[in-house]
């Protein structure tokens, strides 16, 4: 007989719920659970609940504090019942609606009620409609200020708060962000409140680009269970006037804040550098031998320094991981360097149309770009020759009027058949498929030696898991098999040296999109495409996930493992034969009719680009011979009619045939390079 639900209580004094039911069967447990789709779908959340029995019926407690812990903060979260006997899962069922009434707590973040959607029990944990509401505002090159009014009545003691500042990826993504800073406003009384922030505490962590748009939140810590939650500062129609004021810092050094209302209207700031002409170019010289510099610095900084950074590009943004740094002399009369054309961008750091932007470091001082004032012309410099590489290199003045370099490399060509290894994902294996839409001649430039698909780099670093036979799930092609039994044997390092292979192709598709599971005995999974549909998943014994729900804090951890990846796969393969596939999402594609449409979740695309821009420039930081395949400027797009289905992931037929032309180029080089 089924499990059937037939009756619901709810007690105020315990704030839990007791469900009753008639079951045939020897209950082992009884469990409220949820599985979450958020990109990919995450392991199944669960609580086991207390019950007792007698005979042929069960009752089991819901304890409110459980649910609204484990809900979802942003959606309505539909958690099911289940009986577990003999090892087996039965779903509590209901043959007809049974009696209940929404609960909505005071001072919760949710609201509850039982719904019964084909017949299955079913409570659903909505969020309340909270909203925050800026009444008063006030900001000083010191302090930001202001009142906000809660929709919703607080009693006193129930919720810590605090001011959050979240900085976006970019402008654009206004619904992600990235690093954040806290401020302490206390205990709450009424639903009303006051906070104040000296401006001073600002962290310079906030100051990633030029320009930052940062959103402000008040975010509710509940006192009673372990839950919190963020809500968006609106603006009263009574403040908007006031919102709009641009105030110079004194911390972090040379920035200043804007605030603005939003279009959706919320209290936002631009965050900027005010960097330029601090310092500036007062000479330039060249000639094939060396390079001449002098400066206007101001006379309070200290032991000046010229540095060099090469920008690696995220989305239309860019950072800096690779620099060069030359020493400055401070005379009486002047103040600069010379730099022998020998050191100047020395060692195998360069890429193709790279740039590199001057700047000048001091003690207690950002690094401050160089201006060059109109009194000083560069539009006449010329590409000189590079030092033993393959590269020329012009000194400009760039379009915010600093000192940069552009760089151009030259051209080579050769031809040779070379072995491949590929660790990664569709964008870097299927350039090397011999259906038409592919490579049909790829053979007789590569042989694919060895194939790590859809593997974190947390994953490699672990040692093999054996508390699953794979064999036991049917719903799984070959290859899909082979993929995650090979995530689940490890042994990355040890076959690739054994493939003998000439090049590692990389990409970090894996670590972009998704991310690692542990599990209790310690091993690290991917979570894969594959572990999802084969209900692997929710089989395995998991600890802890760590997905991008924080991807500033996804990086932080990926960063430890990546240089552990990276000092590993050193030992194996020279970073010069490593090929890093920067990889990208496409927000558009060809229909069906051969129309170009736009993905309805265009945003989420372009944050998980930008976040795949900021893993590979952390590897190429580390790895910097490596070589490099780019698309992102590239104008591909994905096709309706790609052979292994339409994707954001799968691209039109010319992205492979063109990216195979690329391999043969950068192999073809370094070949070249070995003969010379």
């Not at 968006?232 to 004194?250: G, H, M, W």
């Not at 790829?442 to 054996?466: A, C, D, G, M, N």
């Not at 990889?583 to 930008?610: H, L, P, S, W």
Request: net charge neutral; proline share 5%.
């Amino acid at each position: 007989m089924k499990p059937y639900l037939t009756n619901i209580e709810f007690h105020q004094e315990t704030q839990t719920w007791t469900i009753s039911g008639t079951c045939s069967l020897k209950i082992d447990e009884i469990q409220a659970h949820y599985t979450e789709m958020f990109e990919f779908l995450r392991p199944e959340k669960k609580v086991n609940l207390s019950f007792e029995t007698n005979g042929n019926t069960f009752t089991a407690t819901i304890p409110m504090s459980e649910i609204a812990e484990n809900s979802i903060t942003s959606n309505k979260t539909p958690w099911n019942f289940r009986i577990v006997s003999g090892g087996k899962k039965y779903p509590l069922e209901s043959d007809g609606p049974v009696t209940n009434k929404e609960i909505a707590p005071k001072n919760a973040f949710y609201q509850y009620l039982f719904e019964f959607p084909e017949g299955l029990v079913t409570l659903f944990s909505k969020p309340k409609d909270i909203t925050a509401t800026l009444t008063d505002f006030a900001i000083t090159p010191d302090t930001l200020s202001g009142a906000i009014k809660l929709n919703i009545p607080i009693e006193p003691d129930t919720y810590r708060a605090e001011l959050v500042i979240k900085r976006r990826p970019y402008s654009a993504l206004y619904l992600f962000h990235e690093q954040e800073e806290a401020f302490p406003i206390g205990t709450l009384k009424t639903d009303s409140l006051n906070f104040q922030v000296k401006l001073q505490a600002l962290s310079s962590n906030l100051l990633v680009d030029s320009n930052n748009v940062v959103d402000t939140f008040i975010r509710l810590n509940s006192l009673s269970i372990n839950k919190q939650h963020d809500f968006f500062l609106n603006i009263d129609t009574s403040i908007k006037n006031i919102i709009p004021r641009e105030v110079e810092l004194s911390q972090p050094k040379h920035s200043k804040i804007t605030t603005y209302v939003t279009g959706s209207n919320r209290l936002s700031f631009y965050f900027r550098k005010n960097y330029q002409e601090i310092v500036s170019l007062t000479a330039f010289q060249e000639d094939d031998n060396k390079i001449d510099l002098q400066f206007s610095i101001p006379k309070s900084f200290t032991d000046s320094k010229l540095v060099i950074k090469r920008r690696d590009y995220k989305a239309a943004l860019f950072e800096y991981y690779i620099e060069q740094v030359y020493p400055i002399k401070k005379g009486l009369m002047k103040t600069g360097t010379t730099i022998s054309r020998q050191e100047f961008l020395s060692g195998n750091v360069n890429k193709e149309n790279a740039i590199w932007d001057f700047f000048i470091r001091s003690n207690d001082q950002p690094d401050l770009p160089i201006f060059i004032p109109d009194t000083i012309d560069l539009s006449k410099n010329k590409f000189h020759k590079v030092d033993n590489h393959p590269f020329l290199a012009r000194i400009i003045k760039n379009g915010a009027k600093n000192l940069s370099i552009n760089t151009n490399p030259a051209p080579e060509s050769n031809a040779n058949t070379l072995k491949i290894a590929v660790m990664g994902s569709c964008f870097s294996r299927n350039a090397f498929n011999s259906k038409p839409f592919f490579n049909p001649d790829y053979k007789r430039f590569f042989e694919v030696t060895f194939t790590q698909s859809h593997t974190s780099l947390f994953s490699v670093l672990s040692k093999p898991y054996t508390g699953v036979n794979i064999d036991d799930y049917g719903n799984m092609t070959d290859n899909e098999r082979r993929t995650l039994q090979a995530d689940f044997d490890k042994g990355f390092f040890e076959k690739l040296e054994n493939s003998n292979s000439d090049y590692l192709l990389l990409d970090l598709y894996a670590d972009v999109l998704r991310g690692p599971i542990w599990l209790e005995s310690g091993e690290i999974l991917s979570l894969s495409y594959i572990s999802e549909q084969s209900g692997i998943l929710n089989d395995l014994p998991i600890k802890r996930l760590l997905d991008h729900s924080n991807n500033d804090a996804f990086f932080q951890e990926w960063t430890s493992y990546a240089d552990k990846f990276i000092e590993k796969l050193l030992t194996v393969m020279p970073a010069e034969r490593i090929i890093l596939n920067k990889g990208g999402f496409t927000t558009k594609y060809y229909d069906k009719n051969g129309a170009i449409q736009e993905y309805k979740i265009k945003m989420r695309i372009e944050r998980n680009n930008y976040f795949w821009d900021r893993l590979n420039n952390y590897f190429l930081s580390k790895v910097p011979t490596a070589q490099v395949i780019d698309f992102t400027k590239k104008p591909y797009i994905g096709d309706y009619y790609y052979p292994f289905g339409h994707s954001f992931s799968h691209y039109e037929s010319g992205y492979y045939k063109d990216f195979m032309r690329e391999m043969i180029y950068i192999t073809e080089r370094e070949k070249r390079k070995l003969d010379n």
